[in-house]
């Protein structure tokens, strides 16, 4: 069975720029998370869907930063206009339906620099 | 005060020891407590759930779970050089939200 997928794994922008994180979930989950880790800090939570809904994004940051998922598959996570302080590695998380947000899945990380 | 706290370490313990990880939390609500462990550049990767107190063992790993104490911790008994890795504590309040804390840095001595 494939993991959680991510893509790009490096990403390198100016700060300004626009850059949109990819996330394939492990196939039949149906939440699905954003996390980020800033550099020396801890993995701090973004958001959450299940299948296409949002059902908690009170970690989003700020309005720059728009997480989809159409159609429940995969999750797009854009980030416009990108700032400094936006460098950090992504991770995307899957569960499946059943298990209350138990026992999540983590993909390998999307490294984001903004410079 | 963070929400899951963790001794950043590094903790560093001779191979065949028994590595002890700490970590205390101040929702008293939360409902499911886990382990991960991340190595250098990779995902996080789950090794432990706990979500009753006492303990609970699978293979090298124990995760001890007190909740009126809210503390949870992780043994590994027989540490090996490959356990060496950060080890994240994370805490679930019962919705979908995950809390982690900043992770404990292990290093086992050959």
């Known amino acids: 069975e494939a993991g959680v997928t991510q893509f790009p794994s490096h990403s390198v922008i100016e700060k300004g720029q626009t850059v949109t994180l990819r996330c394939d979930p492990i196939?039949?989950?149906?939440?699905l998370y954003w996390y980020r880790r800033v550099m020396g800090k801890e993995i701090k939570f973004l958001l959450h869907?299940?299948?296409?809904?949002?059902?908690?994004e009170s970690g989003m940051p700020n309005n720059r930063f728009l997480a989809e998922r159409t159609g429940g598959t995969y999750s797009t996570l854009k980030v416009q206009p990108a700032e400094l302080e936006d460098s950090g590695v992504y991770f995307c998380?899957?569960?499946?339906?059943?298990?209350?947000?138990?026992?999540?899945?983590f993909g390998p990380g999307t490294r984001l620099t903004v410079l | 005060q963070k929400e899951v706290e963790q001794n950043s370490g590094p903790l560093s313990v001779p191979e065949g020891a028994i590595a002890s990880l700490n970590c205390t939390y101040s929702?008293?609500?939360?409902?499911?407590f886990f382990w991960y462990r991340q190595y250098s550049g990779k995902s996080p990767e789950l090794i432990m759930s706990i979500y009753s107190n006492g303990d609970k063992e699978d293979g090298r790993f124990t995760a001890q779970l007190n909740k009126a104490s809210q503390y949870v911790s992780l043994l590994i008994r027989d540490s090996q050089p490959s356990d060496s890795a950060t080890y994240l504590c994370a805490v679930n309040t019962g919705g979908f939200k995950t809390i982690f804390g900043a992770g404990t840095r292990l290093f086992v001595k050959a």
């Open positions: 929702d008293r609500g939360s409902q499911s």
């Open positions: 998380a899957s569960s499946p339906g059943t298990s209350g947000g138990r026992e999540q899945f």
């Open positions: 869907f299940v299948k296409e809904s949002k059902q908690d």
């Open positions: 196939s039949g989950h149906d939440n």
